[in-house]
């Protein structure tokens, strides 16, 4: 499934929606779909409050067997690689931590792989989980 979201905040009820829509079709349990819900909400947020590019962004999701792949492009925009945020440290004391980056740490650690690719003012974010088996 494929759509396009305006770069907004806004954008997420119709995101949330998409996503539901991918769930119920293709019987997603409660933590697949969570993952999903958590993976987009995050990566979209990040273009949206970060890369300044088009006035759309492409959101795909794939599901071939048990690989479930969730793609963002973003075109006419600049390099961004939310790998290169710190690393987060989860065990210290909340007062001791600075703001930001927990979502992506939290995808990258749900995640089997999360993928930046940078093209020529395009960038394609890809994150892929494996499910239990279908």
């Known amino acids: ?10 954008a997420l ?10 769930e119920t079709e293709n019987g997603l349990d ?3 779909s969570y993952f999903l819900d958590l993976t987009l909400e995050e990566l979209f947020t990040n273009l949206v409050r970060h890369a300044r590019g088009s006035d759309d962004i492409d959101v795909e999701i794939e599901l071939d ?23 987060i ?4 004391p909340l007062m001791e931590r600075e703001p930001g980056g927990l979502g992506i740490h939290l995808v990258k650690m749900m ?3 999360l993928e930046y690719d940078y093209d020529d003012g395009t960038l394609v974010i890809m994150a892929t989980k494996r499910l239990e088996e279908r």
């Not at 499934?1 to 907004?8: G, P, V």
């Not at 067997?65 to 690393?87: A, C, H, Q, V, Y």
């Not at 440290?89 to 210290?92: G, L, Y």
């Open 1 to 10: 499934m494929r759509r396009k979201f305006r770069r907004d905040i806004g």
């Open 13 to 22: 009820d119709g995101l949330f929606s998409f996503a539901e829509e991918f």
């Open 30 to 32: 409660d933590s697949e």
């Open 65 to 87: 067997g048990d690989l479930m792949t969730i793609r963002l492009t973003d075109r006419e925009t600049k390099p961004f690689d939310g790998n290169s945020f710190r690393e």
């Open 89 to 92: 440290d989860t065990k210290a």
């Open 111 to 113: 995640a089997d792989s």
